[in-house]
């Protein structure tokens, strides 16, 4: 299968943001094993960052017409806030698994409610870089191999 990693606001900055809640793994870190890991098991992975809600919204509608089976997001501080990238998810139907570094249920009270987690496939949190990695074994269970 071919997968998008989408990370959300913020995450350009993994490694010296606020290390105590989100690990000493850089983006770069984090897309290099992810992208091992799914091509170790005969799949597609690319990945894509971004500041702007409008990228992330343009990104899952353009998804399912590049061939995308399904997506890895992190949304950020977008989970709380975008009914936008949600609506997106929503048009395109395309199966997804929301995935956080941090654990937001022991954190402020504002990040319990997400805007993405009743229509994910899987919603993993609290594991650090390694939620990326839980969430991409659970979508290649998922999704077939296809050829490369
Ligand atoms: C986050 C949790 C969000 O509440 C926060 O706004 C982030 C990162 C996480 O990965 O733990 O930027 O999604």
Request: net charge negative.
């Amino acid at each position: 299968a071919t997968f998008w990693v989408l990370h959300g606001p913020n995450l350009n900055l993994l490694g010296q943001r606020e290390p105590d809640i989100y690990g000493r793994e850089t983006l770069a870190d984090i897309n290099h094993s992810l992208k091992t890991q799914a091509e170790a098991a005969g799949h597609r992975l690319e990945c894509f960052q971004s500041n702007a809600e409008h990228e992330l919204v343009e990104k899952v509608q353009q998804a399912p017409i590049a061939g995308v089976d399904a997506i890895l997001i992190n949304p950020a501080a977008f989970t709380h806030t975008s009914v936008a990238l949600r609506d997106a998810f929503a048009a395109t139907g395309l199966p997804f698994v929301e995935a956080h570094l941090s654990n937001p249920y022991r954190r402020e009270p504002f990040r319990r409610h997400s805007y993405f987690s009743d229509l994910a496939l899987a919603v993993i949190c609290g594991f650090g870089a390694d939620s990326y990695r839980y969430g991409l074994a659970r979508l290649m269970r998922e999704l077939p191999v296809t050829a490369a």
